[in-house]
């Protein structure tokens, strides 16, 4: 399945994306995606649920907004310096356990809202990612184990302010939490729908121009390592997401160096996981 969620922001509907690329409202089935949804078997249910009132349901109009396909999750946990040649534009040393940082869950948009740059910003960057989205409690995983856990993928752009994060006192985080700086989506992808996710070919343009280009055999650390490394250290809820990093040819790592500016469009995608685009826009009071 392809879970979706529309409306203007804070008043999302959950709905499904069919194979067709129709979009259907599904709020009769009762549950938004969030963590209680994954928590309880919600997938399984809205599987068996759509098999009897598919049929029934309002299809949406494409031109309708897209939210984020998961809503609130309780933590955004990114792993930094996941590619190899990122690590190196970024005169970072590849590192032999993965990096762990988070993105503030306010941080999160729909996935072709506007990219605000920060207030005083001069360097916000791009970085497109693979998230991994959670399905149930995971605490001590095994690697072996680890797969067990994921409910879905998703595409995200974690967006960066490069000053805040490397020339200012502190941890990455205030770098990576502004607002707007966690576009998700178009939709959750389930497991099923992603048969291999070490396999899949992602791309980044900015203003129509190819910026980034890999594929997530690059990895330096797979998914079950890293599900499984960061559940020693806190518990993964449902829906929480893992986003796995990104590949080389972000705005740092450039020759000369190139931020955002206002008018910018930033478009992504992986495949299976469909596309998104953001505008950037200055900040406002």
């Given amino acids: 399945m392809k879970l979706i969620r529309f409306g203007a922001p804070g008043q999302e509907k959950p709905g499904i994306e069919l194979e067709t690329g129709k979009r259907i409202d599904v709020s009769a089935f009762g549950k938004d995606y969030t963590e209680d949804f994954f928590a309880e078997n919600g997938l399984e249910d809205l599987k068996n649920w759509l098999a009897e009132n598919k049929d029934n349901c309002p299809e949406i109009d494409l031109q309708e907004r897209l939210g984020a396909p998961v809503k609130r999750p309780s933590k955004l946990v ?6 190899a040649k990122h690590a190196e534009e970024s005169g970072m040393e590849v590192p032999s356990e993965p990096v762990i940082f988070f ?34 409690k995971a605490s001590y995983v095994s690697e072996e184990e680890a797969m067990d856990y994921v409910a879905g ?43 291999n996710p070490h ?69 992504l995608g992986i495949e299976g996981l469909g596309t998104s685009k953001q505008v950037a826009k200055a900040y406002r009071e």
């Fill in 153 to 195: 993928y998703v595409l995200h752009n974690d967006y960066s302010e490069r000053e805040f994060q490397l020339e200012r006192l502190g941890q990455w985080v205030k770098g990576k939490s502004c607002d707007t700086f966690a576009p998700l989506g178009p939709f959750l992808a389930t497991k099923d729908e992603i048969p």
């Fill in 78 to 83: 990114c792993i930094g310096l996941n590619y």
């Fill in 103 to 136: 993105k503030a869950s306010s941080a999160i948009v729909g996935p072709n809202d506007d990219v605000i740059i920060p207030k005083d910003s001069q360097k916000t960057d791009w970085e497109v990612e693979l998230g991994v989205v959670i399905g149930k």
């Fill in 199 to 267: 396999n899949l070919n992602l791309w980044l343009k900015l203003n129509g121009e190819i910026k980034q280009q890999s594929n997530t055999s690059d990895f330096v650390f797979n998914i079950p390592q890293v599900i499984s490394y960061v559940s020693q250290f806190m518990s993964l809820l449902p829906g929480d997401i893992i986003s796995t990093g990104t590949p080389f040819g972000v705005g740092m790592g450039l020759k000369p160096q190139r931020y955002l500016k206002p008018g910018d469009v930033v478009e």
